[in-house]
């Protein structure tokens, strides 16, 4: 028995699953979780004090490497200032700041605790900015786990969506219309049979939640001029690869430059450092349409907090365009070594890209994944060994397949060299699935 074998044992008396988020359980890999209790740079050290080279960042924020030292010492001190005030603070503007110097589609921000509230907030706002109900959003996209989201797609293309989780009701899913990722015809499917009655679309930037998938050439760009033709509002969801695939986000890397912007986007994870901050901000216009200035309500008890902005504005501050540089090679290096790995064992498969975001999908390597049905397609079965045998060498990858990769300002050449030589052993268990 190991102390994580102990402790998820414990958990699982006092927690659903033992967990408080359900991919945290290894359910798609199976075996025990591993416990952790400290993080530095590029490793992670569990409670058995095995260390890995950590290729989750936290899902995301741990751009830089975990505890970086200019990000603690702002917390360190801003804790010693008090862990909230039930007010405003100065660093929530200094925050606000720096993101709308990065994006400029950003004209107002507002922040909240969790990408599932910035999200919920903007479908909220859509809707009543728009004075519409219906919200398009595409399978295998997650935008967190708020009710008309949690959806499933109907039987016919412009037809509602059904609950994609118990306890969602058929009358929140059907308010929702999910159609396959990367289709335009879908998309100007249903608009020519809702168009009046929909109040947004909301899109990840670039999906990484059924696997990484990139968006088709033009597609976020369309996606933004039908929805303006048809007085809906287009929402880019960036709390996955906002300040992680880029100084300005995914939609720096792409819309800035092919001329189309989003009316509202959200933003989690990098924003925050570690700490539980999120944010939505966009269109003034819309924007302004949020309590106190508009109709729209929306409030949070913790939000703003002057910690986590504290993290979040030192994390901004350091995610410099050279970090990014830096990320990206690494991701094409890795990316490069586990698709030669894999090779070399004769295992088919696609390395599936975002920016710097990647995974790798199994036997697909004859067209690649371009939407949810081709991600649930693949030869899911290779990846529990392959993740196990990682594992063992001291590398943790996301605990499922269809998750991203993600690196860090810290993976320098030692652990980027003990990745590189666990890979074959991996690639081989892979083979033998
Ligand atoms: N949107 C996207 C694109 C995400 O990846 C996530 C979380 N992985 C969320 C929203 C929800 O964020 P949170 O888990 O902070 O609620």
């Known amino acids: 028995m190991t102390r994580s074998d102990d402790l998820f044992a414990h958990a699982q008396t006092l927690m659903p699953g033992g967990v408080n988020s359900p991919v945290r359980a290894f359910g798609s890999v199976g075996g025990t979780p591993r416990f952790m209790v400290s993080a530095k740079g590029a490793y992670l050290t569990d409670a058995d004090g095995k260390d890995y080279v950590d290729l989750v960042c936290s899902w995301g924020p741990a751009l830089l490497g975990h505890a970086h030292p200019a990000v603690l010492d702002a917390v360190h001190a801003a804790v010693d200032r008090g862990l909230s005030f039930g007010a405003s603070t100065p660093d929530e503007a200094r925050l606000a700041e720096l993101v709308k110097e990065r994006v400029s589609a950003v004209e107002r921000l507002r922040m909240v605790s969790t990408g599932t509230e910035a999200t919920m907030t903007a479908v909220r706002l859509a809707r009543g900015f728009t004075g519409r ?21 109907g039987s016919g293309l412009a037809t509602m969506a059904l609950p994609g989780s118990a306890g969602v009701t058929e009358a929140a899913a059907a308010e929702t219309l999910v159609l396959p990722y990367n289709d335009l015809d879908a998309v100007e499917a249903a608009f020519s049979a809702h168009g009046e009655h929909i ?10 939640n059924m696997g990484v998938v990139t968006p088709g050439e033009g597609f976020n760009a369309a996606l933004s001029r039908i929805t303006r033709e048809h007085g809906a509002l287009l929402i880019l969801d960036e709390v ?5 695939t880029g100084y300005a986000g995914y939609w720096g890397l792409t819309g800035a430059t092919e001329g189309w912007t989003p009316d509202l986007l959200t933003f989690g994870k990098v924003i925050g450092g570690g700490m539980p901050t999120a944010a939505l901000g966009g269109r003034a216009d819309v924007m302004d349409y949020l309590a106190p200035l508009g109709p729209v309500y929306q ?36 990316s490069a070594a586990l698709s030669s790995a894999l090779d070399a064992a ?17 036997g697909t390597s004859a067209n690649g994944v371009h939407n949810y049905a081709e991600a649930q397609a693949q030869d899911v079965f290779r990846y529990a ?14 605990p499922s397949v269809f998750e ?16 590189f030589d666990a890979l074959p052993a991996a690639a081989k268990a892979a083979a033998q699935a």
């Open 240 to 244: 996955l690869t906002g300040f992680r």
């Open 133 to 153: 109900n219906l919200i398009v959003k595409f399978a295998g996209c997650y935008h967190g786990h708020l009710d008309g989201l949690l959806a499933a797609a």
């Open 385 to 398: 060994p392959f993740f196990h045998s990682m594992l063992d060498s001291g590398v943790y990858l996301p």
């Open 346 to 362: 004769g295992v088919d498969h696609s390395i599936q890209r975002a920016g710097n975001l990647f995974s790798v999908a199994f």
């Open 299 to 334: 409030a949070g008890t913790l939000s703003g907090n002057p910690v986590a902005m504290a993290a979040g504005v030192a994390t901004l501050t350091h995610a410099t365009p050279e970090v990014y540089s830096f990320v990206d090679g690494r991701s094409l290096e890795l």
């Open 404 to 419: 991203a990769w993600f690196l860090s300002a810290a993976h320098d050449d030692a652990a980027m060299n003990r990745i």
């Open 199 to 208: 109040a947004a679309v909301i899109t990840e930037a670039a999906p990484a």
